[in-house]
């Protein structure tokens, strides 16, 4: 099993440091800064061409990313959504209505 963990800096950061030691490969794919409305395209086509079995998103806090004291929970849950379709339609190549979903904080 093949398991991709994306996020920003805390991701990127961990995978200098973390063991599972399980029986899955890890693959992490992390970019500081990265928010969830603003997705590095280079990092969701890497993953996509890991072809992962689970996709494990990690949101970050403070400095302005998704989860900080001025962050609306709607504004998150319609980013991660957003982010779920775009990551859904590299590794698949599918979405709704057959067109590539835009990012949306509104």
């Known amino acids: ?42 990092l969701i086509s890497k993953m996509a061409r890991y072809s992962p079995d689970i996709v494990v998103v990690c949101l970050g806090g403070g400095g302005g990313n998704d989860l900080s004291s001025g962050a609306e929970p709607s504004t998150v849950i319609d980013c991660l959504t957003s982010l779920f379709h775009r990551t859904r339609y590299f590794l698949h190549g599918d979405s709704l209505h057959g067109k590539i979903p835009f990012f949306s904080t509104t």
């Open 1 to 42: 099993m093949k398991v991709a963990i994306f996020g920003s800096s805390y991701v990127k950061r961990a995978s200098y440091f973390a063991d599972f030691a399980m029986p899955f490969v890890v693959e992490w794919f992390g970019v500081g800064g990265m928010t969830a409305s603003q997705p590095c395209p280079n």
